[in-house]
């Protein structure tokens, strides 16, 4: 059973900063899609940022283009998530996910943000930020 863990969220004031990391045992993440997700209460659960594997392509949601950035961190071996000048909107419980196709967006093949298309999932870690 491949298990995701999520950290590195916390309450910060707009403007702040945070990074999460995702990492997983016995399960090699730098071979599959990775998937940044997040969900607030009474919303859907939206993909913001997918890596992917060989080439490391990246992909970013409108609303988090250009303060969002997802990398892989070989010595802890995990797949961050820098988010810079977060916003109130942000707040959200972010989640990690893995095991997805690629996909056609925009003209670029990239790992999807279906969060249908993705089969393993962590427990999420919690961003608030506050105005």
């Known amino acids: 059973q491949v298990q995701l863990v999520e950290s590195g969220g916390g309450s910060v004031q707009a403007g702040g900063s945070l990074r999460l990391s995702c990492a997983a045992a016995?399960?090699?993440?730098?071979?599959?899609?990775l998937g940044w997700f997040r969900q607030a209460p009474e919303k859907e659960r939206e993909g913001v940022a997918t890596?992917?594997?060989?080439?490391?392509?990246?992909y970013y949601s409108d609303n988090v283009k250009g303060r969002f950035s997802i990398s892989r961190n070989n010595v802890n071996r995990t797949v961050d998530l820098q988010m810079r000048d977060l916003k109130p909107e942000d707040s959200a419980m972010y989640y990690c996910?893995?095991?997805?196709?690629?996909?056609?967006?925009?003209?670029?093949?990239?790992?999807?943000?279906?969060?249908?298309?993705?089969?393993?999932w962590g427990q999420g870690t919690q961003v608030a930020v506050s105005s």
């Open positions: 890596l992917r594997p060989v080439i490391w392509n990246t």
């Open positions: 996910a893995s095991g997805a196709g690629l996909s056609t967006v925009a003209g670029r093949l990239v790992c999807g943000v279906d969060p249908q298309s993705y089969r393993y």
């Open positions: 016995e399960y090699n993440i730098f071979e599959h899609c």
